[in-house]
């Protein structure tokens, strides 16, 4: 029988142990593989990975509010939310908010305004490349390109600028949304090829003026990336983490449902 991600959901909403655990053990390798990208050498930190842990239990968490049956990758860029406002980014000694981006991109395709958003997302040519399905040394080109249209935009510059202001810019970008942004669905219709060209062409032609669509496509392509090869904590391994906020581990005969993945 399948433990799908709305179960675990309303589990967890309700406090139910087989929730909870079922997350612990599916998800906190998700969270380690995040810390270990944006905050290398941070991911083994137990302190960080308990206050993140505490900050999805809360009641007001929005990474359970789903009244629908979520889709894992949906819930998953939920939860990498709350991972990225958890680790306290400083600011950037050259600040760049996101209407000089917006203004200085304009020009940029939707693939190529992705190329340069994954870098705000400390994404190197060689990963962002497969994530858009196409050359790590194209990803390149898009991103000299960027910085030279940024460059015109602003009164002072460096080539890192994009990845030094990430942290500030995706939170900007987050709560950016319009009346016509895209819902998470179109974008993993694109991902999953289920778009006729008509809907891609709509698709582009809206992020061509609209950064909070272009960082929620980017961060739904990060978490395929994110969910690739994780592999499951074993009870050993979970069992300290839920000690640690108040749950008790379900017995073992439900362990075996609770292994596998929605």
Same mark, same amino acid.
């Given at each position: 029988?399948?433990?799908?991600?709305?179960?675990?959901?309303?589990?967890?909403?309700?406090?139910?142990?087989?929730?909870?655990?079922?997350?612990?053990?599916?998800?906190?390798?998700?969270?380690?593989?995040?810390?270990?990208?944006?905050?290398?050498?941070?991911?083994?930190?137990?302190?960080?990975?308990?206050?993140?842990?505490?900050?999805?239990?809360?009641?007001?968490?929005?990474?359970?509010?789903?009244?629908?049956?979520?889709?894992?990758?949906?819930?998953?860029?939920?939860? %990498?939310?709350? !991972?990225? &406002?958890?680790?306290?980014?400083?600011? =950037? /000694?050259?600040?760049?908010? $996101?209407?000089?981006?917006? @203004?200085?991109?304009?020009?940029?395709?939707?693939?190529?305004?992705?190329?340069?958003?994954?870098?705000?997302?400390?994404?190197?040519?060689?990963?962002?490349?497969?994530?858009?399905?196409?050359?790590?040394?194209?990803?390149?080109?898009?991103?000299?390109?960027?910085?030279?249209?940024? %460059?015109?935009? !602003?009164? &002072?510059?460096?080539?890192?600028?994009? =990845? /030094?202001?990430?942290?500030? $810019?995706?939170?900007?970008? @987050?709560?950016?949304?319009?009346?016509?942004?895209?819902?998470?669905?179109?974008?993993?219709?694109?991902?999953?090829?289920?778009?006729?060209?008509?809907?891609?062409?709509?698709?582009?032609?809206?992020?061509?003026?609209?950064?909070?669509?272009?960082?929620?496509?980017?961060?739904?392509?990060?978490?395929?990336?994110?969910?690739?090869?994780?592999?499951?904590?074993?009870?050993?391994?979970?069992?300290?983490?839920?000690?640690?906020?108040?749950?008790?581990?379900?017995?073992?005969?439900?362990?075996?449902?609770?292994?596998?993945?929605?």
């Amino acid at each position: 029988m399948i433990y799908t991600c709305y179960e675990m959901v309303t589990d967890c909403r309700a406090n139910r142990p087989e929730g909870w655990t079922h997350f612990i053990t599916n998800y906190v390798p998700v969270i380690r593989k995040a810390l270990a990208h944006y905050v290398p050498g941070k991911e083994a930190d137990p302190m960080l990975l308990e206050r993140i842990l505490l900050a999805v239990r809360k009641p007001e968490s929005f990474v359970f509010q789903a009244t629908e049956p979520p889709e894992e990758r949906w819930f998953v860029s939920q939860l %990498r939310q709350i !991972v990225m &406002a958890e680790l306290h980014s400083p600011a =950037a /000694e050259i600040a760049l908010d $996101l209407e000089q981006v917006g @203004a200085a991109l304009e020009p940029l395709t939707m693939t190529e305004k992705q190329a340069a958003w994954l870098e705000t997302m400390r994404y190197a040519p060689e990963d962002a490349g497969p994530m858009l399905r196409v050359s790590a040394e194209t990803v390149e080109k898009v991103r000299v390109r960027a910085a030279e249209l940024i %460059r015109g935009k !602003v009164d &002072a510059w460096r080539r890192t600028l994009l =990845a /030094e202001n990430g942290p500030a $810019l995706g939170r900007e970008a @987050a709560v950016a949304q319009g009346a016509d942004c895209l819902p998470g669905k179109a974008f993993l219709d694109v991902i999953d090829g289920r778009t006729a060209w008509r809907g891609r062409e709509m698709m582009d032609q809206h992020l061509r003026g609209c950064l909070h669509c272009v960082d929620h496509f980017c961060r739904l392509l990060e978490v395929v990336y994110l969910l690739r090869g994780s592999q499951p904590l074993t009870a050993e391994e979970a069992e300290p983490l839920l000690r640690r906020l108040g749950i008790e581990a379900p017995k073992p005969t439900g362990w075996k449902r609770l292994l596998r993945r929605a």
